[in-house]
């Protein structure tokens, strides 16, 4: 499956444009199932905030310790995809593809995509810039929205980064016209 980052948008992005459009929106959540390992998180949107039913929702589960960021993170992050799913069930979407960009790096990270990108980096670098481009990003923490804004603008096409670290790896490549 061919992943391509400038097809997704952040739901960081997909807020932008609903706080742009319905300033006087709302967005509620609300913790469904937490039993200690699985967590399922409800959004409900609000187009208007006098609204008395949302005009859309969202759910996302995520299971603690399934990946690094879920190891201390899985409440928020499963608040933050319950979110973009009620935004593109409404209409921000936001791009060419429904999913959020951190929905798609979820399923490529678990389908052990990512450590290809990496390895497919470092090959042919010379060792004095290995450890200078590794210096970058933190091991364990998702990309910032700030770093997949840039591989979007730089055109990248291949598959998204799991880390920081792997980020400012392809972002420094492409700087460097790699």
């Given at each position: 499956?061919?992943?391509?980052?400038a097809?997704?948008?952040t739901?960081?992005?997909?807020?932008?444009?609903?706080?742009?459009?319905?300033?006087?929106?709302?967005?509620?959540?609300?913790?469904?199932?937490?039993?200690?390992t699985?967590?399922?998180?409800?959004?409900?949107?609000?187009?208007?905030?006098?609204?008395?039913?949302?005009?859309?929702?969202?759910?996302?589960?995520?299971?603690?310790?399934?990946?690094?960021?879920?190891?201390?993170?899985?409440?928020?992050?499963?608040?933050?995809?319950?979110?973009?799913?009620?935004?593109?069930?409404?209409?921000?979407?936001?791009?060419?593809?429904?999913?959020?960009?951190?929905?798609?790096?979820?399923?490529?990270?678990?389908?052990?995509?990512?450590?290809?990108?990496?390895?497919?980096?470092?090959?042919?670098?010379?060792?004095?810039?290995?450890?200078?481009?590794?210096?970058f990003?933190?091991?364990?923490?998702?990309?910032?929205?700030?770093?997949?804004?840039?591989?979007?603008?730089?055109?990248?096409?291949?598959?998204?980064?799991?880390?920081?670290?792997?980020?400012?790896?392809?972002?420094?490549?492409?700087?460097?016209?790699?």
């Amino acid at each position: 499956m061919s992943f391509n980052p400038a097809d997704y948008a952040t739901v960081a992005e997909r807020l932008v444009q609903f706080w742009h459009d319905c300033p006087m929106g709302r967005i509620n959540t609300e913790i469904i199932v937490d039993d200690g390992t699985r967590i399922v998180i409800k959004a409900s949107l609000y187009a208007d905030n006098d609204d008395p039913l949302p005009t859309t929702t969202g759910f996302a589960e995520e299971i603690r310790g399934s990946s690094m960021v879920n190891k201390t993170s899985a409440l928020e992050n499963a608040e933050t995809s319950s979110i973009g799913r009620a935004l593109s069930n409404y209409q921000y979407q936001g791009s060419t593809k429904r999913p959020s960009l951190e929905e798609m790096i979820k399923v490529h990270r678990q389908d052990g995509q990512m450590d290809k990108l990496v390895s497919d980096l470092t090959v042919g670098d010379t060792p004095s810039a290995a450890p200078r481009l590794q210096s970058f990003g933190s091991s364990g923490e998702p990309p910032t929205p700030k770093q997949m804004a840039m591989l979007r603008a730089k055109d990248y096409q291949g598959q998204a980064p799991t880390t920081k670290r792997e980020a400012s790896q392809i972002i420094e490549k492409l700087l460097n016209g790699g």
